[in-house]
């Protein structure tokens, strides 16, 4: 790296010329993140706190949650303090890890979301089977092998990145490392990049679209035969499961498909805010908190809490 690299650090511009974003750095941001935090937070006490959560469903939530706290840590405090201090120099050092760290969190995201949809097809439509199908060593197995595929498919697009030259300009269009981004500043030939960036994001996302689909197909198709009332049940469930996703991948593939010629810094900033930060600040929303045995649970622990203070 040190002798393909000519430029020691990135300036990471987090506005556009002629935009003055500074509202979105001092009050949504910030909000944004904090409601991440104490959502995801009150998901992860919760489940472990409560016995009755102690499910499947209820542990890859939870994974989910630590997962989304990190995901949205690596971008937004690091862009808000620069944008208070105005020091927007970062390192290659901390690019790299900035850009590792930023794709592995969003390849087991869309892992984990898949593994989900998977469980909830086998709690509808396979109900008896469902201990046996998703019993707790498969639960830690399909968890492993999606951190192992987060960390090899990083792996990949920052090696590939970083072998490149980047003897240009050093000012990065965003207010976080990310791959696109670095593209058009290098000097070398980006072809390879690109393909690979391309298929790897084709293989991996549209590969979860589908097996999400083909899931929620199965649910739907295996729901409509219920009760008139199981039918809303499950829809309310998965429909906005389905939406998160839809987003996350939609924003995703905007920024990293988009031909690197073409560059509108401020939709790519938007997207890149969007698929980094709603889907985790959305997650508690809809999985757990609109979820009756998780309201139920949180009421369990406060009592809990209450009665032992009160002793």
């Not at 199908?133 to 197995?141: D, F, G, R, T």
């Not at 997650?283 to 809490?305: G, T």
Request: aromatic share 12%.
């Amino acid at each position: 790296m040190a002798n393909a690299t000519m430029v020691t650090e990135f300036l990471l511009l987090g506005s556009p010329d002629g935009w003055d974003l500074s509202f979105l750095y001092f009050t949504v941001f910030p909000m944004t993140y904090l409601g991440t935090l104490l959502g995801n937070l009150l998901i992860v006490t919760v489940t472990t706190a409560d016995k009755h959560l102690h499910t499947p469903m209820y542990f890859f939530l939870r994974n989910l949650s630590i997962l989304d706290m990190c995901y949205i840590s690596i971008t937004v405090p690091n862009a808000c303090v620069n944008s208070l201090t105005g020091n927007r120099a970062i390192s290659v050092a901390g690019c790299a890890t900035q850009i590792f760290l930023v794709i592995f969190c969003a390849c087991v995201e869309i892992l984990f979301l898949s593994i989900m949809a998977w469980d909830r097809y086998v709690a509808i439509c396979q109900p008896l089977q469902y201990p046996l199908i998703m019993n707790p060593q498969i639960c830690v197995h399909m968890t492993l092998a999606s951190l192992l595929s987060g960390l090899l498919y990083a792996g990949v697009h920052t090696g590939n990145t970083f072998c490149l030259s980047f003897c240009q300009s050093n000012v990065v269009h965003q207010f976080f490392c990310d791959v696109p981004s670095l593209l058009r500043l290098s000097c070398s030939d980006t072809t390879s990049n690109m393909v690979i960036l391309f298929v790897l994001a084709v293989a991996v996302g549209g590969g979860c679209f589908t097996f999400i689909a083909m899931s929620y197909f199965r649910i739907f198709a295996a729901v409509l035969k219920f009760p008139t009332r199981a039918p809303g049940k499950a829809f309310s469930t998965c429909t906005p499961h389905i939406l998160v996703f839809s987003l996350f991948l939609c924003s995703g593939a905007g920024v990293y498909l988009k031909p690197s010629a073409t560059s509108d810094t401020l939709q790519d900033l938007l997207l890149s805010a969007f698929y980094t930060m709603v889907p985790p600040f959305l997650n508690p929303l809809i999985y757990s908190l609109r979820n009756k045995q998780v309201k139920e649970a949180v009421r369990r622990v406060i009592q809990r809490q209450l009665f032992s203070g009160k002793r």
